[in-house]
């Protein structure tokens, strides 16, 4: 049975920085692609970055894709730890929102099937 256990949200000003933590119980890095999810007040919840399952490498939603080159956003994995990880940096007000994990149960799922509760992130300007 797949857990995953999201950590690290919080209450913190306008410009600092966070970083998300995904324990995952169950599942292993590598057999199939987890990822970060976002869902802002009101809104939907959209995909943020994803570790590919193949190769560990990361991937961006186009969103962003221009954050993560400026080096705002990191997704990260200690597989050691069997840990999923989430930087966000010069955090803006509109970062606010509950950050989920998710993973696939297979790789070639087009969804993901396995999903954490969700941390809460609230950026204060």
């Known amino acids: 049975d797949v857990q995953l256990q999201a950590s690290g949200g919080g209450l913190v000003q306008a410009g600092g920085s966070l970083t998300l933590s995904c324990a995952a119980y169950?599942?292993?890095?590598?057999?199939?692609?987890i990822g970060w999810f976002r869902q802002a007040p009101g809104k939907e919840r959209e995909g943020v970055a994803c570790i590919s399952s193949t190769d560990g490498t990361a991937y961006y939603v186009d969103k962003y894709y221009a954050d993560s080159v400026k080096g705002r956003l990191t997704i990260s994995s200690d597989r050691a730890k069997n840990t999923l990880y989430l930087q966000i940096n010069t955090l803006k007000p509109e970062d606010t929102g509950v950050y989920y994990c998710?993973?696939?149960?297979?790789?070639?799922?087009?969804?993901?099937?396995?999903w954490g509760q969700g941390t809460q992130v609230t950026v204060s300007s």
């Open positions: 169950g599942f292993t890095f590598g057999d199939s692609a």
């Open positions: 998710a993973a696939k149960r297979f790789p070639e799922a087009l969804t993901y099937d396995y």
